[in-house]
C-alpha cells in the first residue's frame, strides 16, 4: 500500500508525530515545505477521538506496562535491576502521557552544550524557539517568555499539602522561585504545566490539530518504518511496513530510542557491533555509546488523615544542590496506585554515569537494549544520597508539622548510614525518562558526535536526527519542553539554506 504524500512526493519525511516531530514538522510546512510525518501510533482527528488517559492530566495511566500507547521499552538500571521504560505511541509522543511539566532546559545547561563547540544551541540562540512556542498564561509579557504560541503554559494554586512543601523549603532556606523557566538555578517554585481547560495539551494538539488542513503537511499513523533508505551516500527515503517512501530529505524525530535504533539498523552506528550482526555499516558513528537520564527514587512520606488531595498529582519542585550538582524534588500529592503512601521523587540533575543502547543480538530489528549504569560512579551515589537526605529534611521541618511527616518505611538508621542507604537506593533506583544523548550533537572534531550542530548525521547527506537524541547530555530540567524547542529550532537551521 503506497503512502500519499503532499503534493505527490515530499521535500522531507519525518519519522515520528512526537514531542519534538510535532513541532518540526508543523513549522516546516508553514515554510512552504511539502512534509509527510509518518507516526507508528495512532493519530487522533480531533478533540473527541484523545483517549480520556491522555486528554487527563492528573492520569497517568497510558504509562502502564502493557499500555497500547506505550511503547512498553526494557530497560537496566542497575546489574540485575530491569525496569519497564514508557514511550509514547501516539501521535504528541511522550508528551500524551507524561505530567505534563513545561520546564526548559536551563541556560547553564545550553551555554554549557554551545561552548563546547555548538554555539547554535546557545540560550540566546534557542530562545526565540522557546518564547515562539508557549503561551504562558503567567509571565507570557515578560522578557524572554512567550505569550501567543501553540503550548499553553500556566501554574496553579497550591493546596495545602503544596503549600506545607513550600513552607517546608523555605524554612530550609532555599529561595522562592516564581518562575522556574526564567533561568533561576536552585529554589522552590511551582510547576509550569502545559494544560489548558483540564486537558493535558500534548505536542500533537498543539501543532497538528490546527494544520488539519495544511496543503503542505500529511500526517499518516500506524506507520512502522523499518530503516532509512540510502543511496551513494545519501538518504533518499525510508523503508515502511507499507513499502518505500522517498523524499529530499529523512528526519528522524522517533525519540532517543527510536531514532537510535533507527540509525543503527540503517548500518549508522560502531562498525565492530553493527558488523557483528550482519548489518552492512554506511558510517561507523557512536550511537548509543554515551546516553544519560536522571536517576530516580521515591521516597515514602505521609500526611494527616483528611488531607485534600488537590485535582493533580504534581504542584511545585525543588533544585537543591548537591556536591557535585544538582537534585530535584518532586512532590507527588496523591499516591500511585496501590502505593499505601504518597512519594518524594529524588532525580539527580547532572549524573556523571553513561548509558548504552544497543541493539538485542537476539532481534536486532526488535527493542533495543538500554542499560542506563546508573550508580555506576561514586559522584552519583553521594549526589543522590544528598538528594534523599534533603528530601527527608523537608519532612522534618516545623512548616509541615501536623500536614506531613516522614513515613515510618524508611527509618533513620538507613538514612543516616552512607553504606544503609546506598543498598536503599540501589534497590529502588529506577528512570525519570528523559534519556538523551544517544545521537549527540558536536563539532566537527568531536570524536563522540553524530551529528553536527544543524543537526545533520555525518557520513550520509540528506539525513538529520531532531530530538533529544542530540542533546551532548540530559538537561538538568525533565526533557518535554526542550524537546519542542528542538523541533523549533531545527525548522529554522533546516529553511535558513
Request: aromatic share 4%; hydrophobic share 45%.
Amino acid at each position: 500500500m503506497a503512502i500519499s504524500a503532499p503534493g505527490g512526493g515530499p521535500d522531507v519525511v519525518v519519522v515520528g508525530a512526537g514531542t519534538a516531530g510535532c513541532a518540526l514538522a508543523a513549522r516546516l510546512a508553514d515554510a512552504g515545505q511539502r512534509v509527510l510525518l509518518l507516526e507508528a501510533g495512532p493519530v487522533p482527528r480531533g478533540p473527541d477521538e484523545w483517549p480520556a488517559e491522555v486528554r487527563d492530566p492528573a492520569s497517568l495511566a497510558a504509562t502502564a506496562s502493557g499500555h497500547p500507547l506505550n511503547w512498553d521499552l526494557p530497560g537496566q538500571v542497575v546489574p540485575g535491576r530491569a525496569v519497564r521504560v514508557p514511550r509514547g505511541r501516539i501521535a504528541g509522543g511522550s508528551s500524551a502521557l507524561n505530567a505534563a511539566v513545561w520546564l526548559r532546559a536551563t541556560p547553564a545547561d545550553l551555554d554549557g552544550w554551545a561552548a563546547a563547540g555548538t554555539p547554535l544551541w546557545s540560550h540566546a540562540a534557542v530562545l526565540p524557539a522557546f518564547r515562539r512556542s508557549e503561551a504562558d498564561a503567567d509571565f507570557g509579557s515578560a522578557p524572554g517568555h512567550g505569550a501567543d504560541g501553540p503550548v499553553p503554559v500556566r501554574r496553579l494554586p497550591a493546596g495545602p499539602a503544596a503549600a506545607a512543601f513550600a513552607a517546608a523549603a523555605a524554612e530550609l532556606g532555599f529561595a522562592v522561585v516564581a518562575d522556574k523557566n526564567d533561568g533561576a538555578g536552585t529554589g522552590y517554585g511551582p510547576i509550569p504545566f502545559n494544560v489548558d481547560g483540564g486537558v493535558r495539551v500534548n505536542a500533537a494538539m498543539a501543532y497538528l490539530e490546527p494544520r488539519r488542513t495544511h496543503p503542505y503537511l500529511a500526517v499518516r499513523g500506524g506507520v512502522d518504518v523499518r530503516r532509512v533508505l540510502v543511496e551513494r551516500g545519501r538518504a533518499v527515503g525510508v523503508l515502511t511496513d507499507r513499502g518505500p517512501v522517498r523524499a529530499g530529505q529523512v528526519v528522524l524525530s522517533a525519540g532517543a530510542v527510536g531514532s537510535a535504533h533507527l540509525l543503527l539498523v540503517s548500518g549508522l552506528g560502531p562498525a565492530a557491533d553493527l558488523a557483528a550482526l550482519g548489518i552492512d555499516v554506511l558510517a561507523d558513528l557512536p550511537v548509543g555509546a554515551a546516553s544519560s537520564d536522571h536517576p530516580l527514587v521515591y521516597l515514602p512520606y505521609r500526611t494527616a488523615p483528611g488531607l485534600t488531595e488537590p485535582a493533580l498529582p504534581l504542584h511545585g519542585v525543588l533544585h537543591a544542590p548537591v556536591p557535585g550538582g544538582e537534585v530535584e524534588v518532586l512532590p507527588w500529592l496523591r499516591r500511585f496506585g496501590a502505593d499505601p503512601e504518597p512519594l518524594l521523587g529524588i532525580g539527580l540533575q547532572h549524573p556523571v554515569a553513561r548509558g548504552r543502547l544497543t541493539l538485542d543480538p537476539r532481534d536486532p530489528a526488535g527493542p533495543p537494549l538500554l542499560d542506563y549504569r546508573y550508580l555506576a560512579e561514586e559522584a552519583d551515589r553521594g549526589g543522590l544520597r544528598e538528594g534523599v537526605r534533603t528530601a527527608a529534611a523537608l519532612l522534618r521541618t516545623a512548616a509541615v508539622a501536623g500536614t506531613l511527616g516522614p513515613s515510618a518505611a524508611v527509618p533513620d538508621a538507613v538514612l543516616d548510614d552512607d553504606a544503609a542507604l546506598d543498598a536503599w537506593i540501589a534497590a529502588g533506583v529506577g528512570t525519570a525518562v528523559h534519556l538523551s544523548g544517544t545521537a549527540p550533537m558536536g563539532p566537527d572534531d568531536e570524536a563522540g558526535a553524530v551529528v553536527d550542530e544543524h543537526l545533520r548525521v555525518r557520513g550520509v547527506a540528506g539525513l538529520r536526527v531532531v530530538d533529544t537524541s542530540v542533546l551532548p547530555s540530559v538537561p538538568s530540567r525533565g526533557t518535554a519542553a526542550t524537546a519542542v524547542m528542538i523541533g523549533e529550532r531545527a525548522a529554522e537551521l533546516l529553511t535558513s539554506g
